[in-house]
């Protein structure tokens, strides 16, 4: 598993130190959508010596060589995401959890109508509660 990490993050252009690949090896296979401080406190279990710093700047490292996405919700959070592609989220108003939504569940339209603003990007963020029989990932 080591070995495969270390080999996408030089496919990224990133010189794969232990650091890197050990906070690879969480961040860029978790279903979550973690803080930074929750991707620290995650790599710190199996990687005890490694700083909260180190964890930043790798994490920002990632966000720069597209490993990783970086969004901010409105509760203030800003969190990390190893789905790279086009998605939308689900924010349960109970737990926090962010759920990914595949990107055809969703439709928005007049884009192109929007005066006075380019538009290059969105996504649409969708809060309410999680009914029981919804899967983890969706
Ligand atoms: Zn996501």
């Known amino acids: 598993m080591e070995a495969r990490?270390?080999?996408l993050?030089?496919?990224?252009n990133v010189q794969p130190s232990a650091q890197r690949v050990a906070v690879a090896a969480y961040v860029l296979d978790t279903?979550?959508?973690?803080?930074?401080?929750q991707v620290w406190s995650q790599?710190?279990?199996?990687f005890p010596m490694i700083s909260r710093a180190t964890v930043y700047n790798t994490l920002n490292l990632f966000v720069k060589k597209r490993l990783l996405r970086q969004f901010v919700?409105?509760?203030g959070r800003t969190v990390f995401d190893p789905n790279v592609g086009r998605h939308h989220h689900f924010v349960d108003?109970?737990?926090g959890r962010i759920h990914d939504i595949p990107w055809e569940a969703?439709?928005?339209s007049k884009l192109d109508a929007l005066s006075g603003f380019d538009v290059r990007d969105y996504h649409v963020v969708v809060s309410g509660r999680t009914r029981n029989s919804r899967r983890r990932k969706a």
């Open 5 to 7: 990490i270390a080999e």
């Open 9 to 12: 993050l030089r496919a990224a």
């Open 31 to 37: 279903d979550d959508h973690p803080t930074a401080d």
């Open 43 to 46: 790599v710190r279990k199996n």
């Open 73 to 75: 919700f409105g509760d």
């Open 93 to 95: 108003e109970r737990s």
């Open 106 to 108: 969703l439709s928005v």
